[in-house]
T-cell receptor
Framework: ETGVTQTPRHLVMGMTNKKSLKCEQH?????MYWYKQSAKKPLELMFV???????ENNSVPSRFSPECPNSSHLFLHLHTLQPEDSALYLC??????????????????FGPGTRLTVL | QKEVEQNSGPLSVPEGAIASLNCTYS??????FFWYRQYSGKSPELIMS????GDKEDGRFTAQLNKASQYVSLLIRDSQPSDSATYLC???????????FGQGTTLQVKP
């Protein structure tokens, strides 16, 4: 399998549930990202991992907890979510996350996303 | 002021016409610029990246960058109904390395 994969593709959960989203990249990249896409809003960056270390956390509520056990895998653990957290959650990867540089190595490639519905 | 601005549309063009999608950004130090295409219910797919002033062509797509005017555009020649999608402009923030997305422009190509 190639590219960036995400599981599950669809998830419905209650506010008291705990679930996890999984992302895997097969591109040999060193940076991985979680984005949230809500209706009528731009993609919002949630977390960035570079070389398995978190380098960015965009004031995301603690009910979202990321985990990056290695450079190929990224998880987003969910607990006590709210209905307004319903959205498309997208994982992306890039060869590098390199502040202040340009070039093709910063190009991000997205997975298919997980459509999350919180009841 | 939004960091990356796009007209949400919809932009409607007839099949075979040129579709012109525009984007402005506020960070003057930005160096990397991207256009993604997103079909309804799907994830963003990279169409073009551009790093230098001027035009960059790839098949029916041309990206244009003008850093002095803080403006990046995407032209789609010979538009096809299959080009109907939302086009996302994304700009790399020069200070943080974060990719900032616009809201997207919805393009409708009518047969």
């Amino acid at each position: 399998e190639t590219g960036v994969t995400q599981t599950p593709r669809h998830l419905v959960m209650g506010m008291t549930n705990k679930k996890s989203l999984k992302c895997e990249q097969h591109l040999g990249h060193n940076a991985m990202y979680w984005y949230k896409q809500s209706a009528k809003k731009p993609l919002e960056l949630m977390f960035v991992y570079s070389l398995e270390e978190r380098v960015e956390n965009n004031s995301v509520p603690s009910r979202f907890s990321p985990e990056c056990p290695n450079s190929s895998h990224l998880f987003l653990h969910l607990h006590t979510l709210q209905p307004e957290d319903s959205a498309l959650y997208l994982c992306a990867s890039s060869q590098l996350f390199n502040v202040g540089t340009s070039g093709r190595r910063d190009t991000q490639y997205f997975g298919p996303g997980t459509r999350l519905t919180v009841l | 002021q939004k960091e990356v601005e796009q007209n949400s549309g919809p932009l409607s063009v007839p099949e075979g016409a040129i579709a012109s999608l525009n984007c402005t950004y506020s960070d003057r130090g930005s160096q990397s610029f991207f256009w993604y295409r997103q079909y309804s219910g799907k994830s963003p797919e990279l169409i073009m990246s551009i790093y230098s002033n001027g035009d960059k062509e790839d098949g029916r797509f041309t990206a244009q960058l003008n850093k002095a005017s803080q403006y990046v555009s995407l032209l789609i020649r010979d538009s096809q109904p299959s080009d109907s999608a939302t086009y996302l402009c994304a700009v790399m923030n020069s200070n943080t390395g974060k990719l900032i997305f616009g809201q997207g422009t919805t393009l409708q190509v009518k047969p």
